[in-house]
């Protein structure tokens, strides 16, 4: 790997990028670093960008077959990490989609780069180009045809970076979504009544109507009651003749509702 004495402060020489492999001791720094540059990535993004978890950062660790490689700047004694890459020969991880039939169909033998990262202060200061250099001499030393990463469509800068080093599109698929119309478990607000008046919330209860008062209304209740029976027909100065003179209908003798029977049908109704 490059190796170069590290730049003096002060001296005006320039600031020099070393590459190295790493070590059990950088795993808490890389992955505070890895938090740092995916934090809004994250954030707009449908598929968790990895590592996904520490748990997972630290189990990469053990794995066999796979490059994690650490990139500083050194500014006399202090080491400031300003990228990591992570790459492998072989498809590895229980959450990988990748589809190795693929890329035997196709006669590609390619490493995969798991991880590219880089410190958000120090992009466009070559130290993205500098790590795919590395990788490209890391897949033509060991054989490889191709560079295989992941990279999110709504990612901008990181595809302009891609596309503008050869990059091309491997695979047409994408994440979709439709949108269902629903309707809401909980009722729209409502409008809240105004409060009464407070001469009304205090107002005497109104009295109630006198005996008096109560008895005449129930006097003009009889005056408006049915009217008088009819005299019988034979009292009548022009009832017919013959014509008999029915008795009176007793007294607190009720009317009878009469009700027409229904004729049968033809045939009867059945039973």
């Known amino acids: 790997m490059s190796k170069a004495p590290p730049s003096s402060p002060g001296t005006g020489e320039e600031s020099l990028i070393h590459v190295r492999r790493i070590h059990r001791r950088d795993l808490n720094r890389v992955w505070e670093f890895l938090k740092k540059v995916f934090r809004d990535v994250n954030r707009e993004t449908v598929e968790y960008q990895r590592p996904r978890s520490k748990k997972r950062f630290l189990e990469v660790y053990e794995e066999e077959g796979v490059e994690q490689l650490l990139f500083e700047v050194r500014q006399g004694e202090v080491q400031e990490i300003v990228g990591y890459a992570e790459c492998a020969f072989e498809i590895?991880?229980?959450?990988?989609?990748?589809?190795?039939?693929?890329?035997?169909?196709?006669?590609?033998?390619?490493?995969?780069?798991?991880?590219?990262?880089?410190?958000?202060?120090?992009?466009?200061?070559?130290?993205?180009?500098?790590?795919?250099?590395?990788?490209?001499?890391?897949?033509?030393?060991?054989?490889?045809?191709?560079?295989?990463?992941?990279?999110?469509?709504?990612?901008?800068?990181?595809?302009?970076?891609?596309?503008?080093?050869?990059?091309?599109?491997?695979?047409?698929?994408?994440?979709?979504?439709?949108?269902?119309?629903?309707?809401?478990?909980?009722?729209?607000?409502?409008?809240?009544?105004?409060p009464r008046p407070p001469e009304e919330l205090g107002a005497p209860a109104k009295p109630k109507r006198s005996s008096k008062r109560a008895a005449k209304g129930r006097g003009a209740d009889k005056r408006s009651g049915p009217p008088p029976s009819q005299p019988p027909e034979s009292s009548r100065p022009d009832a017919p003749a013959g014509a008999t003179r029915e008795p009176p209908a007793e007294a607190g003798a009720t009317a009878t509702r009469l009700i027409r029977p229904v004729p049968e049908r033809d045939g009867g109704a059945s039973s």
């Open 92 to 194: 590895t991880g229980t959450d990988n989609w990748m589809n190795e039939r693929y890329f035997t169909k196709h006669d590609m033998r390619p490493l995969f780069v798991e991880e590219l990262a880089v410190h958000p202060e120090y992009q466009g200061r070559g130290v993205g180009a500098f790590m795919l250099e590395q990788l490209e001499h890391l897949a033509r030393i060991h054989g490889c045809t191709h560079l295989v990463l992941e990279v999110a469509e709504n990612n901008i800068g990181a595809l302009r970076f891609y596309r503008k080093r050869s990059f091309y599109r491997l695979d047409a698929a994408i994440f979709m979504a439709k949108k269902v119309a629903v309707d809401s478990e909980l009722l729209p607000p409502r409008a809240l009544k105004k």
